[in-house]
């Protein structure tokens, strides 16, 4: 399995930004996934899961109610939807995949894609 996240950028505070992860391998579509990020100086964090069908999601307390994760397995990318930013949502983004939310929320996917920056600035 192969991830590709793209979307990341420069962003003023209580702005939107919409994150994809493009998936490439033929089971992608039985996998959970999901988002980490890690801000400068600071270690990789949880940030949002989604089971494999989509009907189960999870969400860092921090992001709750701003971001939304979904997924189009036609397409095998995976969203993130990010609405009403803060200056300390900057960080790098990673899409992550697991074969069960528990690897993914615990911080044990299987599968890393590269990061994209998001920056918010006040």
């Known amino acids: 399995v192969q991830l590709q996240a793209s979307g990341g950028g420069l962003v003023q505070a209580g702005g939107s930004l919409r994150l994809s992860c493009a998936a490439s391998?033929?089971?992608?579509?039985?996998?959970?996934m999901g988002w980490f990020r890690q801000a400068p100086g600071k270690e990789r964090e949880f940030v949002a899961t989604?089971?494999?069908?989509?009907?189960?999601?999870d969400y860092a307390d921090s992001v709750k109610g701003r971001f939304t994760i979904s997924r189009d397995n036609a397409k095998k990318t995976v969203y993130l939807q990010m609405n009403s930013l803060k200056p300390e949502d900057t960080a790098v983004y990673y899409c992550?995949?697991?074969?069960?939310?528990?690897?993914?929320?615990?911080?044990?996917?299987?599968?890393w894609g590269q990061g994209t920056l998001v920056t918010v600035s006040s």
């Open positions: 992550a995949a697991g074969a069960v939310i528990r690897e993914v929320v615990t911080g044990v996917p299987r599968y």
């Open positions: 989604i089971s494999w069908s989509g009907g189960t999601t």
């Open positions: 391998g033929r089971t992608v579509s039985s996998y959970a």
